[in-house]
């Protein structure tokens, strides 16, 4: 056999284990399904399409077009590649759709189609939705019910679930894989998440001078260096996300600026991760590859994704490397305060839920969060104030209490010592702030 007949054949084999696998997808989802090529021509469709009558047949009998189907298949294939995602969108008429596309070296070779399906039950449809299907070959209203009941109707969940597996599908019938979309996903959820922060920024304080953002950036900044410490990833991508969305407010329109900024983080981020138990000569390792990296980037986009791919490679080094017993205590202790930070705690009450002596739990907590218990108690308490004096028909000395402090004029003083103002002033901050409006965003899983 030579080297050419083993491909082909490897190649068939793959094909065929594709082809069982959108034939399992169609029967396990109970959603109909069709795979197209580049040009909009249907290459193969499950069972349900060989059937007499179908919603779809049903369609082109009544004055419907495949051009007019395919159609509104291109425009949600532009809208995934957009996205970077399996993307939801209405097929005709209240009938839905799930389509993924399938690249070749990065170009769109393809698409699949899952459809049709509901997401409501055919009952709670209104008279003239029905009516307009039923209209053109005056086809009768019971026939179009009958139809519609053969169609799944599917929960949310399941359609999350169903647009995952479509995209897997899709990513197997890719050359070499979708990779390149999954950046562009990436890329669309971090500047959700960036508009999102400057969107609270500018809720917070209007005018962001450079004072006040310089303060908010050196509280942040403090914050994810005990995020780093404590080896919590997911909070210091959260509060990188606001350090981000500083930096984009100060120099949007100088992008060199930027970089600097973003290279001032870099160092911030590996001291930390260096304090937090990296071994220092593979993180100095890291920062060197890290600023040749740096040195190459050329658009906004890229360098947030890069800097958030550069914290998650930190926090690797760091669980890699550090005490895994301590950290393990550690984060139970620190669970366990957030849990109850509204009740009285004790540095005795919470070594004992994590079976360890107030002192050693004391100074495993100086060591890796530098402050003390007391402090990373009474700085949990106002992150939670904080957000429960948006509603202003809560008293503050209801929040004082709900929080855990059982004085209301100790709660202002320790609120003003970490804010920077009292919690008057903070809810006053919070409703004399302008309104800003979310962009729409499309409908992408």
């Given at each position: 056999?030579?080297m050419?007949?083993?491909l ?6 793959i ?16 959603i ?5 090529d ?12 060989g059937k007499k009558?179908n ?12 051009k007019a189907c ?10 995934s590649?957009r996205w970077?995602?399996a993307?939801?969108s209405?097929?005709c008429y209240?009938?839905?759709?799930i ?13 699949l189609?899952?459809?049709p ?7 709670e449809l ?9 209209r053109?070959?005056s ?6 019910e009958?139809?519609?009941?053969s169609?799944p ?6 359609v ?6 479509l995209?897997?599908l ?7 894989d979708?990779?390149?979309l999954?950046?562009?996903r ?6 959700g998440k960036?508009?999102d922060?400057i ?7 209007w005018?962001?001078?450079p ?6 950036f ?11 410490r ?5 909070g ?5 996300y ?7 407010v100060?120099?949007l329109?100088?992008?060199?600026l ?6 001032e ?10 304090e ?10 890291m ?13 906004q986009?890229?360098l ?6 550069v914290?998650e490679?930190?926090?690797d ?11 393990q205590?550690?984060?139970r202790a ?13 540095v ?5 839920e994590v ?7 004391s100074h ?10 007391i402090?990373?108690?009474?700085k949990?308490?106002i992150?939670k ?6 509603n ?13 402090f ?24 919070l409703s ?14």
């Amino acid at each position: 056999m030579t080297m050419k007949e083993a491909l082909l054949i490897h190649k068939l084999t793959i094909h065929q284990e594709s082809l069982r696998d959108m034939e399992a997808f169609a029967q396990t989802t109970r959603i109909p399904l069709r795979l197209f090529d580049g040009k909009g021509n249907l290459s193969w469709e499950s069972r349900y399409f060989g059937k007499k009558i179908n919603f779809c047949k049903l369609v082109q009998f009544n004055g419907g077009s495949p051009k007019a189907c395919s159609k509104i298949h291109q425009e949600s294939l532009r809208e995934s590649l957009r996205w970077g995602e399996a993307i939801l969108s209405k097929c005709c008429y209240f009938v839905m759709q799930i389509v993924s596309p399938i690249l070749d070296r990065g170009k769109a070779a393809g698409y699949l189609v899952a459809s049709p399906f509901l997401l409501i039950h055919p009952s709670e449809l209104q008279p003239e939705e029905l009516l307009a299907v039923c209209r053109g070959k005056s086809l009768r209203k019971h026939t179009v019910e009958r139809i519609l009941r053969s169609i799944p109707v599917l929960k949310d969940d399941e359609v999350k679930g169903a647009a995952q597996r479509l995209f897997e599908l899709a990513d197997r019938l890719s050359n070499p894989d979708l990779g390149d979309l999954l950046k562009v996903r990436d890329a669309q959820i971090l500047q959700g998440k960036i508009a999102d922060q400057i969107r609270d920024l500018k809720d917070f304080d209007w005018e962001l001078t450079p004072d006040s953002l310089s303060k908010l950036f050196h509280d942040r900044e403090k914050e994810i260096v005990t995020k780093i410490r404590l080896g919590d990833r997911s909070g210091a991508k959260e509060i990188l996300y606001q350090l981000l969305a500083i930096i984009l407010v100060q120099y949007l329109e100088d992008f060199e600026l930027l970089k600097v900024s973003i290279l001032e983080l870099l160092i911030i981020l590996s001291r930390a991760a260096v304090e937090a138990g990296a071994k220092i000569e593979e993180m100095l390792g890291m920062r060197y590859a890290f600023v040749t990296e740096l040195s190459k980037i050329r658009d906004q986009e890229e360098l947030c994704l890069w800097i958030v791919k550069v914290l998650e490679k930190m926090t690797d080094q760091i669980y890699q490397t550090r005490n895994a017993r301590n950290y393990q205590r550690l984060k139970r202790a620190m669970d366990f305060i957030e849990a109850h930070c509204g009740e009285p705690l004790t540095v005795e009450r919470v070594a004992r839920e994590v079976f360890l002596s107030p002192s050693r739990l004391s100074h495993i907590i100086k060591d890796e969060l530098g402050m003390t218990l007391i402090d990373y108690l009474s700085k949990m308490r106002i992150e939670k104030a904080k957000a429960l004096l948006s509603n202003e028909e809560v008293s503050i000395a209801q929040i004082a209490q709900d929080v855990g402090f059982s004085d209301q004029s100790y709660f202002t003083k320790v609120f003003k010592k970490i804010e920077g103002c009292t919690p008057r002033s903070y809810r006053l901050s919070l409703s004399q702030a302008a309104p800003i409006l979310k962009q729409p965003t499309a409908s992408a899983f």
